[in-house]
């Protein structure tokens, strides 16, 4: 079983990092205060839907699996208002057996406008055997009136200190059920590939452990020395923009969130450096924005729209 999969939570006690909000949700939780609308808001990869269903299982009474207890990925077919309507007919039949319906929208923001003001209108009158935990990646395209109505919870990257911890844990469990010397993996490159994500950095542990026991300092090395050529080039002008799209192409299949990440921590030491700092606050500029929903296209968009204002489009 993949890392990422065998080292999920199933509960509260058990998640590292975002500890205000998982205290908010324990005291939620002992005091029977639940909201019947919760939104966990944040990067990729970070916990969100983790969180949803620990939740969802304790106030459902039920099993994940239970009839009780549903998943939409807003992301899929499951957008639009049919989706809603069906459930706005089920949440209208009360549990036989004492327990509550928790429907868990992942990506909601992905709901189309239709579907979007269907769910407000439940979230307006939600009956009290009714829990909807809502995620997104992008909170700002919900609808202000859903936002309104029900109670917010960042979840937010792990810091290097939490992320250590995590991935020192897994591979001293892991090194147990192994002949092979796993505590000696360098998990450094893989903390700053990962990006603050808990998903992706047991995705790159898994290879590292399984895989060659460097695989995350080769992808590491390998992002950062196309991504400084890129802020070079950003830095430097003249440069085209066919040059720009030799280094981009290297950087097909890649995370784009990440690339963003790097494009701005490099050109923030590039503006603390008082050199070039005109091109590196205009590429900070460009790349402000998380590039969840558009992924690579957009971060592919920002290059552009760097290079064209700072090269005139020349």
């Known amino acids: 079983m993949e890392l990422y999969k065998k080292y999920r939570p199933t509960s509260l006690t058990e998640v590292v990092g975002n500890k205000n909000t998982v205290q908010i949700l324990k005291q939620y939780l002992e005091n029977e205060a639940l909201p019947h609308a919760l939104l966990f808001t944040g990067p990729s990869g970070c916990g969100k839907t983790t ?3 620990i939740i969802g ?4 009474g039920t099993t994940q699996t239970g009839m009780y207890y549903r998943e939409l990925n ?3 077919d499951a957008r639009g208002i049919d989706a809603i309507r069906e459930i706005a007919d089920l949440v209208q039949v009360r549990p036989l057996d004492g327990s509550c319906w928790v429907w868990v929208l992942d990506e909601c923001h992905q709901l189309t406008k239709d579907a979007a003001n269907g769910l407000l209108k439940l979230l307006e009158d939600t009956p009290v055997h009714v829990y909807f935990i809502l995620c997104t990646t992008n909170a700002a395209q919900i609808l202000p009136t859903i936002q309104t109505r029900v109670t917010r919870l960042d979840v937010t990257p792990l810091p290097y200190q939490e992320m250590c911890d995590l991935l020192s844990a897994v591979t001293d469990r892991e090194a147990q059920f192994s002949e092979r010397g796993l505590r ?5 490159p893989i903390i700053e590939a990962a990006q603050g994500s808990s998903r992706k950095a047991l995705v790159l542990l898994d290879s590292a452990l399984f895989g060659g026991g460097n695989a995350g300092a080769q992808i590491t090395e390998q992002i950062e020395t196309q991504v400084q050529d890129l802020c070079r080039m950003f830095c430097t002008p003249p ?7 030799k280094v981009l192409a290297g950087l097909q299949g890649q995370d784009p969130e990440g690339l963003r990440r790097c494009v701005l921590g490099y050109m923030n030491k590039v503006l603390l450096a008082g050199k070039y700092s005109a091109q590196a606050a205009l590429v900070i500029s460009f790349m402000a924005n998380p590039l969840y929903d558009v992924g690579m296209p957009g971060f592919t968009a920002a290059c552009y729209m760097a290079w064209s204002s700072l090269s005139g489009g020349k």
Do not use: E, F, Y
């Not at 440069?239 to 799209?245: D, G, H, K, R």
């Open 74 to 76: 807003c992301a899929s």
């Open 57 to 60: 299982k304790q106030v459902g």
């Open 184 to 188: 000696g993996v360098d998990i450094d």
């Open 239 to 245: 440069t085209t923009w066919m040059m720009l799209v």
């Open 51 to 53: 969180l949803a269903r």
